[in-house]
């Protein structure tokens, strides 16, 4: 066949479907528009509604998103990031952590002694009940007014959700896998990270990711009290000042710091867990 033929041949018919290429290209946009769509959407229907709302009202403590978003870059792109948020978020670690090592410690060890959890169990349902904000008086008393105040505070709340879950995890091992370990004689430091923290890690992370949540709450009410810098003083100082734009942004960066962090231990998360989702796909 010539070139002209090959030409003739390569041109395809007017009602000939694409090619499997486009197609493709077709479907992962259509996918990734589907993504934007159902990530963004809900967002924009409520910015929408405050849009509307702030244009048909008077109320002067709810300004148009407009006036937020210009606050937002004004207030939160300058000195306050150094002074209030980095603060903020280093209190917040930091009690984070302390509650994660004091929980994860101490609920494998209740956890793996059914008489230490039966003499344990009943002081740990009367401080679990009490709320946390309530101890913030307490523990200014105590521990003063500086940031280990703070770091307390965001301790005492992160804590038990994390304990809680670490004694289910560990009461919940497969009783199989003990006497498997205990027949080959993997014992001590082996056998708690191989089996009891492996096999109760989804629990674990389970609280972890309440304790989470519970720790931004108690970052801003920490800073409430006696505090001179933070997200929690910045915004009551706004709120007093009457400074409204400015007291929104403030919300809406707590907003997006709670987001982007729940997203950080989402993937933190699929990484510890791999071992996991991935024997429940094999048993699917």
């Known amino acids: 066949m010539n070139e002209t033929g090959r030409d003739a041949a390569r041109v395809k018919a007017p009602g000939e479907a694409p090619g499997p290429g486009r197609g493709a290209r077709a479907g992962w946009a259509g996918r990734v528009a589907a993504r934007v769509l159902t990530v ?28 937020v978003a210009r606050a937002f870059v004004e207030t939160w792109f300058s000195e306050r990031l150094l002074d209030d948020v980095l603060p903020s978020l280093a209190r917040l670690l930091a009690g984070y952590a302390l509650a994660a090592a004091a929980g994860v410690g101490l609920g494998v060890a209740i956890g793996l002694s059914p008489r230490l959890r039966a003499a344990a169990e009943p002081v740990l349902e009367f401080f679990r009940a009490i709320p946390p904000p309530v101890l913030v008086p307490l523990i200014m008393v105590l521990a003063g007014i500086d940031d280990g105040m703070k770091v307390l505070v965001i301790a005492s709340g992160c804590v038990w959700p994390i304990l809680l879950n670490t004694v289910e995890g560990v009461r919940a091992l497969d009783e199989v896998l003990s006497d498997t370990c205990r027949m080959y004689g993997v014992r001590g430091p082996s056998r708690l990270r191989h089996l009891v923290l492996r096999g109760a890690s989804p629990q674990i992370m389970a609280g972890l990711r309440q304790a989470l949540s519970i720790g ?69």
């Open 40 to 67: 963004a959407g809900v967002p924009a229907l409520l910015v929408l509604a405050w849009q509307v709302y702030s244009s048909l009202s008077e109320n002067f403590y709810v300004p148009a998103p407009g006036r």
């Open 216 to 284: 931004i709450i108690l970052m801003v009410i920490s800073e409430m009290f006696a505090s001179s810098s933070g997200l929690g003083f910045t915004i009551v100082l706004f709120q007093r000042g009457f400074e409204i734009p400015e007291m929104w942004s403030g919300i809406l960066l707590l907003g997006l710091l709670g987001y982007t962090l729940a997203l950080l231990f989402r993937r933190l998360e699929r990484r510890v867990l791999s071992w996991h989702r991935g024997r429940g796909v094999d048993r699917a």
